[in-house]
């Protein structure tokens, strides 16, 4: 997923400035409204992804949290989503 994002954003910077009004044509805007778009895209699903009620509400969580953990030897494939 980085590396479509980083497709994006390296299309972005090939563009010309958008001081250079004369060297911006229409395929240009065309290109980079494509690019803003799926940068936009790309974001909303890494915060999908990473945020803290996808993480609590999925069933997976349940299941990680109800494995008993004892006290006394700390396990390294504990889960704590808090």
């Known amino acids: 997923m980085t590396d ?3 497709t994006f954003w390296s ?3 090939d563009l ?3 001081g250079d009004a004369e060297q911006i ?3 240009s805007h065309q290109r980079m409204a494509h690019a803003y778009g799926g940068i936009q895209i790309m974001l909303s699903l890494f ?4 945020s803290n009620k996808s993480v609590l509400d999925s ?3 349940v299941a990680l ?3 008993e953990c004892s006290s ?3 396990r390294p494939d504990f889960f704590n989503p808090y």
């Open 16 to 18: 010309p400035a958008l």
């Open 4 to 6: 479509i994002l980083e």
């Open 65 to 67: 949290q109800t494995r």
């Open 72 to 74: 006394d030897t700390p």
């Open 11 to 13: 299309e972005v910077q």
């Open 47 to 50: 915060t999908h992804l990473v």
């Open 25 to 27: 044509g229409k395929d």
């Open 59 to 61: 069933s997976q969580t």
